[in-house]
């Protein structure tokens, strides 16, 4: 095309719809005199306008016509009004958009007599030409492809754009709106969303941009772990049910003896999980097929020798975030109760090549928040007059009650941590990217962790060492080393402590306190540290990538489906955000990136540290740093609740983590402890 006669092709797209600083007459249709040239549907003309001039057109449109104008020779701007056959505007597009050529068409969704006005605007004081096509009626098939050239819902004005100004604190000049409602930037923009939204996108489709964790300045030593040596001398109780709070370690040794089998350990934890679920409302489907079926291969293959490990044959649930292949994937809301996928989630699969066997998925708080789901509240085994805290809800309730000797759950926020220290377990929220998230539900690409619920830092090493590892499902996954010594003593180690948070004047600080002088006298070093203080927005982060991970729902409206509506619940939180605006989602993302370099600079002279587990910062910081946490509870608060104390590393220190957890928890009794109302000894 001779760039002299460049075509600015501008579509009468309602979708697209502006309102500039026009005169009283632009914003009303004025009376169309008998002359008005008629235009036939297929036939182009081309006019000459000057500055200031109008020129109308009228034409029958059948519902599904198209509206085409084409800016043959520059030196005026146009804007191009379409009324309908009621006389009211449908669309208005200005010519003044800064691209060479651009093609946009309006699509009339109503038949009858619909008028088309062109406004002619001086820019270079030379007259300009156009030409005007009405397309041909289309076929439903392509109407339904150019959804995105809708009439528009209203035009945008400057009180449009200042009100939305206001909501994200800025001021424009009269002088810039009106440049700013001039150009076709803002419309564009709205037909480029309506165009996103016409395209199907699961939860499953990932980001083009990835987060990644820092590396620590000091690389992860590279060596296999070594974990605590198999129990011996382990024998089978005459009730079998009296090893429901045994650990991995204990029931694999009755395992590999073969004193029980998987098919025995699988019926007595289904059989408990059907007895208390009714109080703990925490199973969202029993997996009894396949957990016989994975039960008896194991058995088969430990006895014809073919031991594959500490996990062989051992019983375990996930958080119903993780798809299973002929089981719903319900995500705990009631839109997807019924959703199936035919893959496995990586994590599932990892467990099951290492002979686990899963007996049921398991409760999370509606779509990855809180401990509500569409059954109702799952309950804190110590007292079931509360929830279970979440969203790993499910899992933590059911390892706390003997229930499962492992399970499953995730972390984008909390959702480890939290249930780890009200129902009294341990949980281990690994680095993000140790551990695949394919196959599990998307809430915040940048936040997600999967990890496990157990009853100690050991289960902890052994279930982590299964599930981790690079996944090409899952391009932030990493290969990293896991250098876990369970042997492995204090002495020598520098482990700080958040000096603040361990000094505060609260409820459990003196538990918090009394860890320090346990690690004390298991030969550590201990050293101060004081967080980053640098302040990042979490909630634009996390907040905007789970609306974009919930579009589909919020757009479609079952948002209203789920249980919970209040001003903090998903449905109202997933609305807001998308009034959050791109450039303050990547600011907050780029002050983040701060934050993991003032993290790495921290913790270059320490091989962990500890910090209270919900009190202080450190659990928002680490989450959006990526730094591996393990909870482990430290005592019993005034009123009967649990209290923990979490054990963190730098990137990939899960190794450091888990085995100052696991020094920890050798020197003291609060992990042995099991709710008695579930046949466990009490605290």
Known sequence: MDRNRRLTLLGVAAALALAPALSAEAQQPAPVPDSVPRLEPGRTVERDISARQVQRFRVALDSGSLVRVALIQRGIDLVVSVFGPDGRRLAEVDSSADSLEQETRALA????????????????????????TVVEVLSPEQIAGLAAYAPARAVITKETVQSALDLIGLTYTDSELTLLLRGSGLAGRRSAYNAMRAVPLPNSALPSLF??????????????????PATRGITRPARLEDVAFWTITDLAALLRTRQV???????????????????????????????????????????????????HGIPFGVKDLYAVPGYPTTWGGEPYRDQVFT?????????EEAGAVL??????????MGDVWFRGTTHNPWNVAQGSSGSSAGPAAAVSAGLVPFALGTETLGSIISPATVNGVTGLRPTYGRVSRAGIMALSWSMDKPGPLCRNAEDCALVFNAIRGRDPADPTTVDAPFPYDAGAPLAGLRIGYVQA???????????????????????????????????????????AEAAAAFDELTRSGRDSMLRQQGAGAWPNTFRSARLIPAVEYLQANRLRRMLQEDMRTLLEGVDAYVSPSVAGANMQITNLTGNPCVAVPDGVLRNGDWSSITFCGPIYGEAAALEVARAYQAATPWDKRHPAAFGGAGR
């Not at 089998?261 to 409302?281: H, K, N, W």
């Not at 199973?283 to 396949?290: G, I």
């Not at 049921?360 to 990855?368: V, W």
């Open 211 to 228: 987060f990644q964790p820092l590396p620590p300045a000091v690389p992860i030593a590279d060596r296999a772990p070594r974990f605590a």
């Open 501 to 543: 948070a361990f000094e505060a004047h609260r409820d459990g600080a003196d538990l918090d306190r009394q860890v320090l002088e346990v690690l004390r006298g298991l030969g550590a070093t201990l050293v101060p540290l004081a967080l980053p203080t640098r302040q990042v927005p979490t909630g634009i982060i996390l907040n």
């Open 261 to 311: 089998t998987s098919v025995e350990l699988t019926r007595m934890y289904l059989d408990r999980l059907r007895r208390y679920d009714s109080v703990l409302v925490a199973v969202v489907t029993f997996t009894d097929s396949l957990a016989m079926e994975q039960a008896r291969r194991a058995d088969r293959e430990i006895a014809a020798g073919h031991y594959r490990g500490p996990l």
């Open 343 to 351: 893959e496995t989630a990586t994590a599932v699969r990892k467990l």
């Open 109 to 132: 969704r109503r038949t009858g007599e619909h008028r088309i006005e062109i406004r002619a605007y001086d820019t270079t004081a030379a007259a300009g030409r156009y030409a005007l």
């Open 359 to 368: 007996v049921a998925k398991l409760s999370t708080g509606a779509l990855a």
